[in-house]
């Protein structure tokens, strides 16, 4: 199945075949090579209204994810038809991550891949709202990116070690 990816913003450069190849990769190291997943790049202005409409907070966000399938933590989709093999929506705020990358120093491609994979997270319904919820996501995302990074010589981590 593919990986949809629409660059929606022209402030920040995008290098679209790594990000690409990254989320196939984290995809495949979550079971779920064979759903489609829709990837966004936006802007801060698409990202405040989207943050603001869907989770009533008017400030832009570096990612947001909508899922094509309510699943557990965890568990895969199941379609009854080929139309249903779809995990749903990735919007990657780029503008907002660049500005971070900015002040912290982080390699932006690096933080792309490693926001897409907390967002692909939330796609099989992994969340953060308590503790708990956290601690699961995390260890999800530590063993996706490590597949990643066992794939690419990369060193990627989650970025919500500190969340709780």
Known sequence: MSVVLRNAQRVVPVRRAPLRRAVCALRA??????????????????????????????EPTDVLSFPFHQVAAGELPRPRCRDEYNLGDIFLGVEYIHQQCRATGDDFDSVLAVTAAHGLCHLLGYQHNTKPEWQQMYQKEVE????????TGARLQPLTAGLF
Request: aromatic share 6%; proline share 3%.
């Open 144 to 151: 996706i990116l490590e597949e990643l990074n066992r794939l």
């Open 29 to 58: 190291a979550l079971g779920a090579s064979r759903f489609d997943v829709g990837l966004i790049c936006a802007g801060n202005g698409l990202m405040q209204r989207l943050n603001s409409a869907y989770r009533q907070r008017p």
